[in-house]
Each structure stands twice: as C-alpha cells, then as structure tokens.
C-alpha cells in the first residue's frame, strides 16, 4: 500500500459543529503532516508529527485539534470554525522509521475539501 | 526567511517547444529542493529532487546555489505535461522533511 487515505473527502459544516479529519497511511513512515491549501494558492504546512509526536505547530488558531492516535493514523479535530476556514486539507507522510534518511518525498493524499457555512 | 519565489503564475507553450519554470529560493542554510506536480484530478507528488540529479519524464533541475536558483527545464514539451508545478524548499535542516512551497506555476502545453 502506497497511498496516503484522506476521509471524508468533502465536508460541510456550521461555524458551531464539532468534526473531525482522517488521515491513514500503511507505509511504515514516521512522519505526518497536515497541510492547508486555499483555491489556488500553494499548500502550507499546518502541524508536523514524528513518531506520534507533534514536532511543528505552524501557530495554528486553536480550533484545529491535531492527534495521532497511532502510527497509520493522524486526525485533526475541527469545532467553532470560521468561514475563511474553508479549504482543501491535505494529509501527508513520510520517512520511513528506523532510518534517518531523508529523501524529502512527500506521499499527499487527496485531500479531504472542508467547507464551512 | 526561508522563502521559494515562482515568478510565473502561468506559461503557456506548444507542444514540442522548450520549457523553464523558474525558481528561486531564500535560505540561511543548505537547502533541499523540489520540484512537485499536480496533475489535473490527481494528488500532489513529487517529479524530482536535487540531490538525486535524476531526469524523470525528461524534466531536470540544477540547483545554482550562486543564483539561488532551481529551475525546471524540458527540452520538448508533450501534452501530457500540462499541470500544476510547485518548487518546494526543505527547511530546520530537513530532517523532518516538511516542506515550503512556492506559489506554483500552471503549464499549459498547447497542441
């Protein structure tokens, strides 16, 4: 398995809902990213986890809850979003574990497109 | 400031003719750099990486540290080639592999 599985794949939700993403991958990687993508603008880099750790919070509004239950799984909790919350998120991994090479290969899943009323 | 420049939002060419997406970079240390495509419907992946100085669908990219620039050259565009490049920058010393990404360029090959 070499693909990174983003659900669900879109998602509409009020400013007061309480929703989750999620994020799984089977390829042995240690490190997983959350990535946001406005329409037409490059992705940028929300959280970094390594070895189920957060390492990186790109100083991320609160209301973005990342977690990492495990190492295929990464989550990110969203509740009381804003409007201008509204994107494509994109769940990424990386390196494989044991090992400190890094090739610096992203595997991006599909994204999963949020959208908030 | 770590900072990766793409001065083309868009480049059209015709099929058959020669192709250079710019790029340009700004880092204290030494940089990782990519070059990444999204395809139409497809997911963003990866198309090449300096270090490994590797062709790959007849695209190469040469790291000019003196110009601090990346740049994606094809001597003959295809069709097929028309999408979304990013230059991305590897930045605290790579080691966690999270990456910085320019504003991209869309390539439209023209038949």
């Known amino acids: 398995d070499t693909e990174v599985t983003q659900t669900p794949k879109h998602l509409v939700m009020g400013m007061t809902n309480k929703k989750s993403l999620k994020c799984e991958q089977h390829m042995g990687h240690r490190a997983m990213y959350w990535y946001k993508q406005k329409a037409k603008k490059p992705p940028e880099l929300m959280f970094v986890?390594?070895?189920?750790?957060?390492?990186i919070n790109e100083s991320v509004p609160s209301r973005f809850s990342p977690e990492c239950p495990n190492s295929s799984l990464l989550n990110l909790h969203l509740h009381a979003l804003q409007p201008e919350d509204s994107a494509l998120y994109l769940c990424?991994?990386?390196?494989?574990?044991?090992?400190?090479?890094?090739?610096?290969?992203?595997?991006f899943g599909e994204g999963s497109r949020l959208t908030v009323l | 400031a770590q900072r990766v420049t793409q001065p083309e939002k868009l480049l059209s060419v015709f099929k058959g003719a020669p192709v250079e997406l710019k790029c340009n970079y700004s880092?204290?240390?030494?940089?990782?750099l990519f070059w990444y495509v999204q395809y139409s419907r497809q997911r963003l992946q990866l198309l090449l990486r300096h270090i490994s100085r590797e062709s790959i669908k007849g695209f190469t990219a040469d790291l000019n540290k003196g110009e601090t620039s990346f740049h994606l050259k094809k001597p003959f565009a295809q069709e097929e080639d028309s999408a979304m490049y990013y230059c991305a920058l590897s930045g605290r010393g790579g080691s966690q592999g999270n990456l910085i990404f320019g504003k991209g360029t869309k390539l439209s090959v023209k038949p």
């Open positions: 990424a991994s990386s390196q494989k574990r044991g090992t400190n090479l890094n090739t610096g290969e992203l595997f």
């Open positions: 880092y204290s240390g030494s940089p990782e």
């Open positions: 986890y390594s070895y189920e750790k957060l390492s």
